[in-house]
C-alpha cells in the first residue's frame, strides 16, 4: 500500500500531503474586538470542511477572510499556494454563498446564475446550457424569469447555491447553505453537495449552525468559539473524543461529571466522582497528576439503563430514579434523578415495540446505569 | 313656535355628538381616502385651477384693457352664450423663430446642467452613503446648508464672484494665469456655474436616499463572481440606482428649463432661456395671452417627455 492510497480519505494525516487552504496566524480586529483570533488551519483539496460553532463566534469572519472581503489584522492565507493578500476578490478561485444570499434583485433568477459565467466571457449557448443544468439541479426550472423578490425564502436559498456553483470554483465557500430549505430539500442538497463535491473535487468549506449537518456532510469538523478554534477533527474525534467540555456540550449531548484522579497508569485512570457516588475507570492513560480535578464526560446512548442491580463490578455505575420519559420513536430518553439531585439523560433504543405503552422503567421506579470503560471521556478543561 | 324650538336646542348637542362621532367613523374606516384626498385637493385648488386659468387666457385676445385680454366666454343679447377660442398665440409661437430657438436654447442649457449635476452628484452622494455615520451626517448638513439664505442672495454672491474686479478673477491674476480680467459674467459659462450650483443639491438627495438603500453585499457577490469594479459598476450599480438617476434628473431638469432669476441675473441678455422671455411677455410687452401660451408650451414640452417615460416605464415592469 503506498502512502498515497493510506491518506486517500483522510489527507490531513499525510505528513507529506500539501494543504490546499493554509491559514497562518490569522486575526481579525474590528476596532477593539477581536473576531477571529490568530487561527492556524490547512485545509485539504477536496476536502469538505465545516466550521461550526454558535452566533457571533466568527465564522462568517473567517470565510470572508477567504473569499477576499475583509483583510486580516495580520497573519496570511494561502490558496493553492499563492499568497492572497494582494489578490483582489474577483480573481480569486473561490466562491462563495452568502448568508444573506446576496442576489440581484434587478435580475431574475436565470440572470442571476449566470452572472458569473458572463463575466468569463463564456459562449451564450454553454451559458445557457449550463445555467438549465443547474437550475433543474436545485429544482427551479419553473423559476427562471421570477425576480429574487418573487421567491421564497428557500428557493432564494437555491438560486444563490446555484450561482455559487456555477463557476465550478476550486474552493467553494457556503455561510449557512441549507438553513431555510425543508428536511427533504435539505437531505436531498446535502447528497448533491456531496456528489458535486466527489464529480468536481471541489473543496469546500461550510460554515453551519447544524451539528447534524456537520456530522453528515463534512469530513473534517472544527468547532469554534470566540474566534479560536476548540478543536478540529474528523466528525468521529469530535464526536468521540471531544478534547473540552465546550466541544463536548456543542455536539450532541452529554452527562458530565465532576471528579478526581485517585490513580492513574499508562493504560487506565481511575477517578472518583466529587458530588456523586460514582468511581469511574476509562480504558485509556493520560498524563494527569493523581488527585486532579477532571470532568468524566458520558454519551447518553452509551449508558445502559436497567432495574436490576448489576452483578459485583462496583466502578462505573450509579443508581437513579426515572423522572421523565421522552418517547420518540426510534428511541425513548429517559431523564434519570441521582441521588445527588442531578438529572441526567439516557437513551434507549426501541428495538422491539413497547407493548401496549410498556416501557424499559417507568415513572418513579428506582433504575441502575452503568456504561463500558471504553465509553467514558476524561477532559481536562 | 316655542315647543319646536325647545325641541330643536334639546336635539342639536344630541345632533352635534353624532356628527362627530359620525366623522370620527368616516376617519377610521375612509383614513386611506382622506390621506390620498387632502393633497389631491390642494393640487386640485392650487395647481389645477391656475393651470386652466392660464390656458384660458392662453386661448384669448390680447386687449388694451384690464383684464388685458378678451373673455373667452360671451352672454350674447339673446341669451346664447358664444365661445371664442383663438389659436393664434399658439401659431406666432411657432412662427416666430425667437421663441422656437428660446425653447431649444432652454432645452440645451437644461439638459446640459442636469448631465453636469448628474455627474458632479452621483460621485458626491456615493462618497456620503459610504462614509462612517457621523461624517455622514456632517456632510449631508452640507448639502443642505446652502438652502438656508435666500437663493436670490446666493445668486447675486455669484455676480460678485465672476465679476470682472471679483473674486475670480483677482485669484486667477494673483496666480498669474491671466494678466487681465476675463469676461466671466454675461456668459453661457456663468449661466451653467449658476444652475449647477444651484441644483446639484437637488440630484444628490435623491440619489442619496436611493443609495442609501443599496446592499453593499451586492458588490461584494459581484465581486466573488468575477466581475471588476468597473464592471460591477454598469451591471449591478447604475440599474439599482437608476429611480435615483431619474428622480434627480427630473428634480434638476424640469426647474433649470424654467429658470427666469439665474438666466437674467448672470446671463443678462446673452443667453436666451424661455423663464426670460416669459417674463417680458408679461411685463415688458403686456402681452397676457402670448406669455401664456409660453407657459402652456413649455408645460407641454416637458409633460409629455415624462409620460412617454412612465409609460414606457410601466410596461417594463409589467413584462418583468
Ligand atoms: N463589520 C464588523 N464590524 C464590527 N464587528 C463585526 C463586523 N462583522 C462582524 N463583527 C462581529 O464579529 C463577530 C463575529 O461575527 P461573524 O459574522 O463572523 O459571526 P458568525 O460566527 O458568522 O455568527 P452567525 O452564526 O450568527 O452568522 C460578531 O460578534 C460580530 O458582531
Ligand atoms: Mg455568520
Redesign the pocket.
Known sequence: MSSQDEFEDQPWLDPDAVPFISIRGVTKK??D?V?VDSVDLDIYQGELFCLL??????????LRMLAGFETPSSGSIFIDGVEMSNVPPYERPVNMMF?SYALFPHMNVEKNVAYGLKRDGVPKEEINLRVAEMLSMVELTDFSQRKPHQLSGGQRQRVALARALIKRPKVLLL??PLAALDKRLREQTQFELMNIQEKLGVTFVV?T?DQEEAMTLSTRIAV?DA?EFEQIGSPTEIYEYPDSRMVADFIGSINMFEGRVTQNSSDHISVSGSEEDIEFFVDYGMSIKDGNKVWVAVRPEKMRLSKEPPTAKKANQIKGMVQDIGYLGDISIYRIKLASDRVIDVTVPNQIRPKDGKHVAYWEDEVYLDWDAASAIVLTR | MKQITTLDRMKAPVMARNWASELMGFLQTQWKAVVVFVPFFWLLVFFLAPFFIILKISLAESLIASPPFSPLFEWAEDGVMSIRIIFDNYSYLWEDELYLNTYLSSLKISTISTVICLLLGYPMAYAIVRSPPTTKNILLMMVILPFWTSFLLRVYAWMGLLADQGLVNDFLIWAGFIETPVRLMYSHFAVYVGIVYTYVPFMILPLYANMEKLDMELHEAAADLGSKPTTTFFTITLPLTWPGIVAGSLLVFIPATGEFVIPDLLGGGNVLMIGRVLFNEFHANHDWPVASAVAIALLILLVVPMMLYQRVQAKETESD
Open positions: 474590528f476596532g474586538f473576531a460553532g454558535g452566533s457571533g463566534c466568527g465564522k462568517t469572519t473567517l448568508q455561510d449557512e460554515v449552525h469554534m474566534g
